[in-house]
Structures are given as structure tokens and as C-alpha cells.
């Protein structure tokens, strides 16, 4: 692994909690400038004064990803306040699960607004400040139910399909850019992802599977970090992590 983070400007949505704020701290602690987005605007405050506190560079955006323009201030300070953007972490997500016939029309919403459209509109941002640099990382965040389906994921994989989908499309665009993406799809994590879960008895059944075996947000920054550190020159398209005991 090569040092290729020191000195990078990063942009990471959904940097309040686990696997957001555990890359925020990795990647700081690498020498990287971290400009950090969320909702939960006084999580990110204390995140950005704890990193300034050891040594490293943030900065905090109350950022909503379903609205563009909340993007848009985000890279932009990002570029204001460090100069340039070399990575975006498009990480922010929900996770309401449930089974297509209880018709839970508002949550499939939410999740086709944060976990599709949040990207695209952190794409949107990002991008044209990346071309103009002829440089870049796209980072975006999908889920080992990006791949598979499995029971009551139908409307939260269908927009981690189309997060792959999207990051293989828009690599193919940009790479005469010299701009990288790499999508990465985790497995079983610590998050807070199965408390948006409303249907208890779905909530129970995540539970009583992930609980046992999930692995530290810890890991995802690793990786996240794996594929910024390589050198320009490779790009690291796409990344998929499990617990070694998580067998689906």
C-alpha cells in the first residue's frame, strides 16, 4: 500500500455515526483534510473538534443528501476551505426494510431519495470540480444486498443494484478524466442501519442474524482507504467485504 492519503481532501456524507465517522478518523489520522456531512449537525461538530484535537484537518457541513443544494455547500466548502476535492465518500444511507406487500410506499421513498439520489446529487457536486482538477475519487457505498436479494431487501437492493450500476457507468465516462471510482459493498456491520427498520418482526430477524457476527465500522475505513492509497494509476473499481462468518 503506498502512501497516497496524506495531504487529500475528502468529502464523506453520512459522517455522524459508525462507518462515516470511523472512515473520518482514519483517513485523519493518514494526514487527510476531512470535510464531514450529516443531518445531525452537533455529531459532526464534536467529530470535527475531536480530529482537530489530535492533530488533524475537518471540517462540518450540516448536510441533508437529499437536498442538491446541501451537496453542493458541502464540496464547495470542502474546496473553499482546503482548495480542491480529491475524494468523495458517498456514504450516507438507510435501511428501512421490509416485504413489498406491507406497502411501505413513504420508506421506499426514502431510501430511493438517500441512498440513489443522495449519490447522484454528491456526484453532481463533486464532479465538475474533479474534471477541471483531471483528477478524483469517486467513492460510493452499496451493500453485499447489492448483489443478492434476500428476504424484505427487495426496495433497499434495488437501489444498492443501481449504486453499482451507476459507479460502473460513471467510471467508464471519466476515466480519460484520470478520475477513479470504486464502489464498495459491505456486509454484515456494526451501523445504525437496522434501527430505521420499522417492521419489528424484520428488525428481529436482521438482528438475530447480524448481531452475532457483524464486524467493527472500523473495517469499512480500512478499505476505504485501501482504495484511495493506491496510486493514481490503479483504480480499485469495486470492493466486496463480508465477516468471515457471514456465509449469505
Known amino acids: 500500500m503506498t502512501d497516497n492519503i496524506a495531504g487529500k481532501v475528502v468529502v464523506i456524507t453520512g459522517a455522524s455515526s459508525r462507518m462515516g465517522a470511523a472512515a473520518a478518523r482514519y483517513l485523519a489520522a493518514k494526514g487527510a483534510s476531512v470535510v464531514l456531512g450529516a443531518r445531525r449537525a452537533d455529531r459532526i461538530d464534536a467529530l470535527a473538534a475531536e480530529i482537530a484535537a489530535a492533530g488533524g484537518k475537518a471540517a462540518a457541513v450540516a448536510t441533508d443528501v437529499t437536498k442538491r443544494e446541501d451537496l453542493k455547500k458541502l464540496v464547495d466548502t470542502a474546496v473553499e476551505t482546503y482548495g480542491r476535492i480529491d475524494v468523495l465518500v458517498n456514504n450516507a444511507g438507510v435501511m428501512p426494510l421490509s416485504p413489498v406487500d406491507r406497502l411501505k410506499i413513504d420508506e421506499w421513498d426514502q431510501m430511493i431519495d438517500v441512498n440513489l439520489k443522495g449519490v447522484l446529487y454528491g456526484i453532481a457536486a463533486a464532479l465538475p470540480y474533479m474534471k477541471a482538477q483531471k483528477s478524483g475519487h469517486i467513492i460510493n457505498n452499496s451493500s453485499v444486498a447489492g448483489h443478492k436479494l434476500f428476504p424484505g431487501t427487495a426496495v433497499y437492493s434495488a437501489t444498492k443494484f443501481a449504486v ?52 467493527p465500522a472500523e473495517t469499512f475505513a480500512r478499505l476505504v482507504a485501501f482504495a484511495i492509497s493506491e496510486p493514481q494509476d490503479v483504480g480499485i473499481n469495486e470492493i466486496v467485504f463480508r465477516p468471515t462468518a457471514q456465509g449469505a
Open 164 to 215: 453499482r450500476a451507476l459507479s460502473e457507468g460513471l467510471r467508464e465516462e471519466v476515466s480519460p478524466d484520470n478520475i477513479r471510482v470504486t464502489v464498495i459493498s459491505p456486509g454484515a456491520v456494526k451501523t445504525e442501519l437496522l434501527e430505521h427498520i420499522s417492521e419489528k418482526d424484520v428488525q428481529k430477524a436482521n438482528r438475530d442474524f447480524v448481531d452475532p457476527i457483524a464486524v
